[in-house]
Nanobody, 121 residues
């Protein structure tokens, strides 16, 4: 069974940093785009950043260069380094990825369970 497991969330003071990790596990043939989304209370889920298998990436304009997405293809892991955190970054952060399992070799979209990030002023 393929799944995405996130870690690294927590409570941090404004101006601080956190690093989120998301590892895809199971019988995986290939992984395409991996990304991070977030959902704040009362708001819609929004894209934070994504990265393709060749390392090319893109970010939400609102981040102002504070976050960096990276991936380790050998470990099936995507990271999100978050610096200069602000209270408005408080949200549940979800990992998302396009994966093809060995069970059918077809690309499916998967979500992680989410990890809470809380930034205190």
């Amino acid at each position: 069974q393929v799944q995405l497991v996130e870690s690294g969330g927590g409570l941090v003071q404004a101006g601080g940093s956190l690093r989120l990790s998301c590892t895809a596990s199971g019988s995986i043939f290939s992984i395409g785009i991996m990304g991070w989304y977030r959902q704040a209370p009362g708001k819609q889920r929004e894209l934070v950043a994504y990265i393709e298998s060749d390392g090319s990436s893109d970010y939400a304009d609102s981040l102002e260069g504070r976050f960096t997405i990276s991936r380790d293809n050998a470990k099936n892991t995507v990271y999100l380094q978050m610096n200069s955190l602000k209270p408005e970054d408080t949200a549940v952060y979800y990992c998302n990825a396009d994966l093809a399992p060995y069970s059918d070799y077809r690309v499916h979209n998967y979500w992680g369970q989410g990890t809470q990030v809380t930034v205190e002023d």
